[in-house]
Protein backbone atom coordinates (compact mmCIF):
# COMPACT_ATOMS: atom_id res chain seq x y z
CA UNK A 1 0.00 0.00 0.00
CA UNK A 2 2.73 2.21 0.94
CA UNK A 3 4.51 1.63 -2.78
CA UNK A 4 1.13 2.78 -4.50
CA UNK A 5 0.39 5.62 -2.23
CA UNK A 6 4.13 7.23 -3.25
CA UNK A 7 3.52 6.18 -6.83
CA UNK A 8 -0.11 7.37 -7.16
CA UNK A 9 -0.79 9.95 -4.26
CA UNK A 10 -4.07 8.17 -3.26
CA UNK A 11 -5.36 5.39 -2.15
CA UNK A 12 -9.00 3.33 -2.14
CA UNK A 13 -9.80 1.37 0.79
CA UNK A 14 -13.20 -0.05 -0.06
CA UNK A 15 -15.19 -1.08 3.28
CA UNK A 16 -13.08 1.25 5.65
CA UNK A 17 -16.00 2.32 7.31
CA UNK A 18 -19.28 0.43 8.36
CA UNK A 19 -22.74 0.87 7.05
CA UNK A 20 -23.54 1.79 10.04
CA UNK A 21 -21.40 3.92 11.14
CA UNK A 22 -22.11 5.89 8.16
CA UNK A 23 -25.72 6.09 8.65
CA UNK A 24 -25.21 7.55 11.78
CA UNK A 25 -23.20 10.29 10.63
CA UNK A 26 -25.84 10.63 8.11
CA UNK A 27 -28.78 11.06 10.58
CA UNK A 28 -26.33 13.56 12.52
CA UNK A 29 -25.53 15.46 9.73
CA UNK A 30 -29.04 16.39 8.89
CA UNK A 31 -29.59 17.00 12.56
CA UNK A 32 -27.34 19.63 12.71
CA UNK A 33 -29.15 21.02 9.24
CA UNK A 34 -32.48 21.04 11.15
CA UNK A 35 -31.10 23.13 13.65
CA UNK A 36 -29.49 25.67 11.19
CA UNK A 37 -31.21 28.80 10.12
CA UNK A 38 -30.20 30.18 7.05
CA UNK A 39 -31.88 33.42 7.03
CA UNK A 40 -29.15 34.04 9.81
CA UNK A 41 -26.11 32.91 7.92
CA UNK A 42 -26.94 32.91 3.71
CA UNK A 43 -23.22 32.31 3.16
CA UNK A 44 -22.95 30.67 0.32
CA UNK A 45 -20.26 27.75 -0.33
CA UNK A 46 -18.69 28.16 -4.34
CA UNK A 47 -15.53 27.23 -5.43
CA UNK A 48 -16.27 28.84 -8.55
CA UNK A 49 -16.79 32.28 -7.21
CA UNK A 50 -15.19 31.64 -3.82
CA UNK A 51 -16.84 34.92 -2.03
CA UNK A 52 -16.85 33.05 0.96
CA UNK A 53 -13.70 33.20 1.53
CA UNK A 54 -13.68 36.75 3.10
CA UNK A 55 -16.80 35.97 4.80
CA UNK A 56 -16.63 36.16 8.90
CA UNK A 57 -18.89 33.47 9.32
CA UNK A 58 -16.59 31.24 6.95
CA UNK A 59 -13.32 32.97 8.44
CA UNK A 60 -14.34 32.01 11.95
CA UNK A 61 -15.90 28.04 11.26
CA UNK A 62 -12.10 26.94 12.25
CA UNK A 63 -13.52 26.02 15.92
CA UNK A 64 -17.24 25.68 14.97
CA UNK A 65 -20.10 23.53 13.54
CA UNK A 66 -21.51 25.96 10.55
CA UNK A 67 -23.73 25.13 7.43
CA UNK A 68 -22.70 26.65 4.13
CA UNK A 69 -25.74 26.79 1.42
CA UNK A 70 -25.12 25.42 -2.52
CA UNK A 71 -25.23 28.69 -4.68
CA UNK A 72 -27.75 27.14 -6.78
CA UNK A 73 -30.28 26.96 -3.48
CA UNK A 74 -30.66 30.42 -2.64
CA UNK A 75 -32.66 33.12 -5.36
CA UNK A 76 -32.07 36.54 -5.69
CA UNK A 77 -33.68 37.68 -2.78
CA UNK A 78 -31.16 35.80 -0.73
CA UNK A 79 -33.67 33.30 0.30
CA UNK A 80 -33.31 29.78 0.06
CA UNK A 81 -35.25 28.16 -2.88
CA UNK A 82 -35.31 24.62 -1.21
CA UNK A 83 -36.29 22.36 1.87
CA UNK A 84 -33.13 23.06 4.41
CA UNK A 85 -31.64 19.45 4.13
CA UNK A 86 -31.88 20.15 0.23
CA UNK A 87 -29.62 23.43 0.16
CA UNK A 88 -26.78 22.90 2.32
CA UNK A 89 -23.66 22.09 0.77
CA UNK A 90 -21.52 21.30 3.64
CA UNK A 91 -20.90 21.78 7.69
CA UNK A 92 -17.81 23.02 8.74
CA UNK A 93 -15.11 22.93 9.99
CA UNK A 94 -14.38 21.30 13.70
CA UNK A 95 -17.21 18.77 14.21
CA UNK A 96 -14.13 15.94 14.86
CA UNK A 97 -13.54 18.26 18.06
CA UNK A 98 -17.07 19.53 19.07
CA UNK A 99 -19.61 16.48 18.01
CA UNK A 100 -19.18 13.30 20.01
CA UNK A 101 -20.72 11.85 16.73
CA UNK A 102 -18.59 13.08 14.45
CA UNK A 103 -15.51 12.61 17.03
CA UNK A 104 -16.04 8.63 16.67
CA UNK A 105 -16.12 8.73 13.07
CA UNK A 106 -13.08 10.47 12.51
CA UNK A 107 -11.27 9.01 15.74
CA UNK A 108 -12.54 5.42 14.17
CA UNK A 109 -9.92 2.92 16.16
CA UNK A 110 -8.79 2.02 12.26
CA UNK A 111 -8.04 5.71 11.42
CA UNK A 112 -5.03 6.20 13.95
CA UNK A 113 -2.51 3.29 12.49
CA UNK A 114 -3.18 4.25 8.83
CA UNK A 115 -2.24 8.02 9.37
CA UNK A 116 0.98 7.00 11.89
CA UNK A 117 1.76 4.33 8.71
CA UNK A 118 1.48 7.04 6.24
CA UNK A 119 4.37 8.91 8.34
CA UNK A 120 2.69 11.30 10.06
CA UNK A 121 3.80 10.71 14.02
CA UNK A 122 2.08 13.29 15.56
CA UNK A 123 -1.28 13.44 14.24
CA UNK A 124 -3.45 16.80 14.49
CA UNK A 125 -6.86 16.06 13.46
CA UNK A 126 -7.23 19.86 11.76
CA UNK A 127 -10.59 20.07 9.66
CA UNK A 128 -13.59 17.72 9.12
CA UNK A 129 -16.16 18.54 6.49
CA UNK A 130 -19.86 16.99 5.88
CA UNK A 131 -20.11 17.71 2.14
CA UNK A 132 -23.78 16.95 0.77
CA UNK A 133 -23.26 17.02 -3.41
CA UNK A 134 -26.92 17.83 -3.33
CA UNK A 135 -28.89 16.30 -5.81
CA UNK A 136 -29.39 18.24 -9.37
CA UNK A 137 -27.58 20.86 -7.56
CA UNK A 138 -24.25 20.05 -5.72
CA UNK A 139 -21.79 22.53 -6.81
CA UNK A 140 -18.80 21.56 -8.78
CA UNK A 141 -15.04 22.05 -6.87
CA UNK A 142 -12.59 23.26 -9.27
CA UNK A 143 -9.40 21.17 -9.26
CA UNK A 144 -7.11 22.34 -6.10
CA UNK A 145 -4.60 20.73 -3.87
CA UNK A 146 -5.60 20.55 -0.35
CA UNK A 147 -1.49 21.87 0.89
CA UNK A 148 -2.97 24.98 -0.87
CA UNK A 149 -5.26 25.67 2.01
CA UNK A 150 -3.80 23.38 4.97
CA UNK A 151 -0.32 24.78 4.60
CA UNK A 152 2.37 23.72 7.05
CA UNK A 153 6.08 23.80 6.54
CA UNK A 154 7.38 20.95 5.69
CA UNK A 155 4.40 20.33 4.08
CA UNK A 156 2.31 17.13 5.71
CA UNK A 157 -1.75 17.61 5.01
CA UNK A 158 -3.03 14.17 3.96
CA UNK A 159 -7.08 14.40 3.57
CA UNK A 160 -9.08 11.34 4.80
CA UNK A 161 -12.30 11.30 2.11
CA UNK A 162 -14.99 8.87 3.14
CA UNK A 163 -18.19 8.07 0.72
CA UNK A 164 -21.56 8.04 3.19
CA UNK A 165 -23.44 7.65 -0.21
CA UNK A 166 -22.23 5.59 -3.03
CA UNK A 167 -20.13 7.87 -5.52
CA UNK A 168 -20.28 7.49 -9.11
CA UNK A 169 -19.38 9.67 -12.62
CA UNK A 170 -23.22 10.10 -12.29
CA UNK A 171 -23.69 11.78 -9.09
CA UNK A 172 -20.42 13.65 -9.09
CA UNK A 173 -17.48 11.59 -7.25
CA UNK A 174 -13.89 12.57 -7.16
CA UNK A 175 -11.19 12.98 -10.24
CA UNK A 176 -7.48 12.33 -10.26
CA UNK A 177 -4.42 11.28 -11.64
CA UNK A 178 -2.30 9.15 -10.63
CA UNK A 179 0.76 10.29 -9.71
CA UNK A 180 0.38 14.07 -10.02
CA UNK A 181 1.08 14.71 -6.75
CA UNK A 182 4.47 14.42 -7.53
CA UNK A 183 3.91 18.17 -9.67
CA UNK A 184 4.53 21.54 -7.95
CA UNK A 185 2.46 22.79 -5.47
CA UNK A 186 0.66 25.69 -7.27
CA UNK A 187 -1.00 28.43 -4.99
CA UNK A 188 -1.14 29.00 -1.06
CA UNK A 189 -4.26 30.42 0.39
CA UNK A 190 -3.30 32.91 3.31
CA UNK A 191 -4.11 35.85 4.94
CA UNK A 192 -2.17 38.90 3.49
CA UNK A 193 -3.11 42.08 5.31
CA UNK A 194 -6.61 41.01 6.42
CA UNK A 195 -7.27 39.43 3.12
CA UNK A 196 -7.65 36.17 2.28
CA UNK A 197 -5.47 35.47 -1.12
CA UNK A 198 -4.32 33.31 -3.38
CA UNK A 199 -0.93 33.18 -4.11
CA UNK A 200 0.60 31.87 -7.00
CA UNK A 201 3.69 29.36 -6.82
CA UNK A 202 3.87 27.63 -9.59
CA UNK A 203 1.71 28.13 -13.47
CA UNK A 204 1.68 24.49 -14.33
CA UNK A 205 -1.76 23.77 -15.96
CA UNK A 206 -3.97 20.74 -13.79
CA UNK A 207 -3.95 17.39 -15.27
CA UNK A 208 -6.82 17.08 -17.58
CA UNK A 209 -6.60 13.87 -19.79
CA UNK A 210 -4.95 11.43 -17.52
CA UNK A 211 -7.86 11.91 -14.55
CA UNK A 212 -9.42 8.77 -13.44
CA UNK A 213 -12.77 8.54 -11.62
CA UNK A 214 -12.78 7.21 -8.40
CA UNK A 215 -16.06 5.90 -7.96
CA UNK A 216 -16.93 4.32 -4.60
CA UNK A 217 -19.19 2.73 -2.47
CA UNK A 218 -20.41 4.26 0.85
CA UNK A 219 -18.06 3.31 3.82
CA UNK A 220 -14.72 3.66 1.25
CA UNK A 221 -12.21 5.72 2.28
CA UNK A 222 -10.11 7.25 -0.25
CA UNK A 223 -6.89 8.78 0.87
CA UNK A 224 -5.46 12.00 -1.18
CA UNK A 225 -1.95 13.35 -0.99
CA UNK A 226 -2.21 16.99 0.15
CA UNK A 227 -0.33 18.00 -3.34
CA UNK A 228 -2.62 15.98 -5.43
CA UNK A 229 -4.90 17.64 -7.70
CA UNK A 230 -8.13 16.41 -7.36
CA UNK A 231 -12.02 17.95 -8.44
CA UNK A 232 -15.13 16.97 -8.34
CA UNK A 233 -18.23 17.67 -11.07
CA UNK A 234 -21.35 19.22 -10.27
CA UNK A 235 -24.03 16.56 -9.35
CA UNK A 236 -26.86 16.84 -11.68
CA UNK A 237 -28.28 13.55 -11.35
CA UNK A 238 -31.13 12.88 -9.02
CA UNK A 239 -29.33 11.36 -6.30
CA UNK A 240 -27.94 12.70 -3.42
CA UNK A 241 -23.71 12.17 -3.15
CA UNK A 242 -23.05 13.09 0.81
CA UNK A 243 -18.94 12.37 1.91
CA UNK A 244 -17.18 13.02 4.72
CA UNK A 245 -13.68 14.39 4.91
CA UNK A 246 -10.70 15.05 7.59
CA UNK A 247 -7.54 16.70 6.88
CA UNK A 248 -4.55 15.91 9.33
CA UNK A 249 -1.21 17.34 9.90
CA UNK A 250 1.55 16.45 11.81
CA UNK A 251 2.02 18.57 14.93
CA UNK A 252 5.89 18.10 14.71
CA UNK A 253 5.55 20.51 11.28
CA UNK A 254 4.98 24.46 11.63
CA UNK A 255 1.39 25.73 11.07
CA UNK A 256 1.91 29.46 10.18
CA UNK A 257 -0.21 32.02 11.63
CA UNK A 258 -1.48 33.51 8.49
CA UNK A 259 -3.33 30.02 7.52
CA UNK A 260 -7.18 30.45 6.57
CA UNK A 261 -8.55 28.19 9.40
CA UNK A 262 -7.11 29.11 12.75
CA UNK A 263 -8.69 28.03 16.30
CA UNK A 264 -9.04 30.03 19.31
CA UNK A 265 -6.69 30.01 22.47
CA UNK A 266 -9.27 27.83 24.49
CA UNK A 267 -9.76 24.71 21.59
CA UNK A 268 -6.01 23.74 20.46
CA UNK A 269 -5.85 20.95 18.00
CA UNK A 270 -6.45 17.57 18.91
CA UNK A 271 -5.13 14.18 17.94
CA UNK A 272 -6.68 11.06 19.06
CA UNK A 273 -5.96 11.48 22.21
O1 LIG B 1 -16.23 15.88 -2.02
C1 LIG B 1 -15.88 16.61 -2.94
O2 LIG B 1 -16.56 16.76 -3.93
C2 LIG B 1 -14.55 17.33 -2.89
C3 LIG B 1 -13.84 17.19 -1.60
C4 LIG B 1 -12.44 17.71 -1.63
O3 LIG B 1 -11.95 18.09 -2.64
C5 LIG B 1 -11.65 17.77 -0.42
O4 LIG B 1 -12.11 17.35 0.64
O5 LIG B 1 -10.50 18.24 -0.51
Known amino acids: MLTAW ?35 NATIFSTTDPDHVDDDYFRGSGDKI ?45 MEPLIT ?29 DSTFLWTEPQTCIGFWSAIDAASIENGCLWAEPGSHRGPLRARHHDVDGRLVFETLDDTPWP ?18 GQLPHLSAPNRSTKPRHAHTLHVIDGRAHYPRDNWLRRGADMPLRGFR
Open 66 to 110: RCFLEEEAVGQNGRSTRPKSLSVNKIGHAMHDLDPVFSSFARAPQ
Open 6 to 40: EEDGFLILDGFHTFDACEKLRARALEIVEAFDPQD
Open 208 to 225: SDGLAAIEAQPGTLVVLH
Open 117 to 145: GLGIGEPLLLQSMYIFKQPEIGGEVTCHQ
